[in-house]
């Protein structure tokens, strides 16, 4: 029996269980939406900057902007969404702090935006409250796993020594 025991090695010390078909699935999902939100966002930008009674302005509405202001807020916001839709699969949690952050504020500007274009910004809400929920359960077996990257102490920065959150 003695020959049909594992051998004991350095390599066969404990390791982190590999990601499952959900994680996985929410991280791509995470992504792909982080990157249809920034593209929104980019994309009503321009149509306010390009035309300005493309969205209608409300009246009496206390947080009423310019509409060529809030066209510029929309394509920075949108441009700094999908440069954090880029940096997701790197598996740090810098990424995941910046994917939750930013699409806290992709929220909140767009309940700011609702009376202006009210069905799209509840949708947008939506998306962006799913991308927190999938970003929460984020893991960085799973960025590894898709990205093919064996995931050993030496190939993560310093403030990944001690992340319980993987």
Excluded at 99 to 104: D, E, F, L, R, S
Excluded at 124 to 152: K, N
């Amino acid at each position: 029996m003695a020959e049909h025991a594992r051998p004991q090695g350095p390599a066969a010390g404990p390791r982190e269980p590999a990601a499952g078909p959900l994680a996985v699935t929410t991280v791509v999902f995470s992504v792909c939406v982080l990157t249809i939100v920034g593209s929104y966002h980019a994309i009503a930008g321009f149509a306010a900057l390009i035309d300005d009674r493309f969205f209608a302005r409300p009246d009496d509405y206390p947080y009423a902007l310019d509409v060529t202001a809030w066209g510029w807020l929309h394509l920075i916001i949108g441009m700094i969404v999908l440069a954090a839709a880029l940096t997701l699969l790197s598996g740090y949690l810098w990424a995941r702090a910046v994917g939750v952050t930013v699409a806290g504020l992709s929220a909140l500007e767009c309940y700011f935006f609702v009376p202006y274009y009210p069905v799209w910004c509840l949708v947008m809400i939506a998306l962006d409250v799913l991308v927190i929920w999938s970003l929460v359960r984020y893991a960085r077996p799973v960025s590894h796993e898709l990205l093919g990257a064996a995931d050993t102490d030496h190939e993560h920065g310093p403030d990944d020594a001690d992340d319980t959150a993987r």
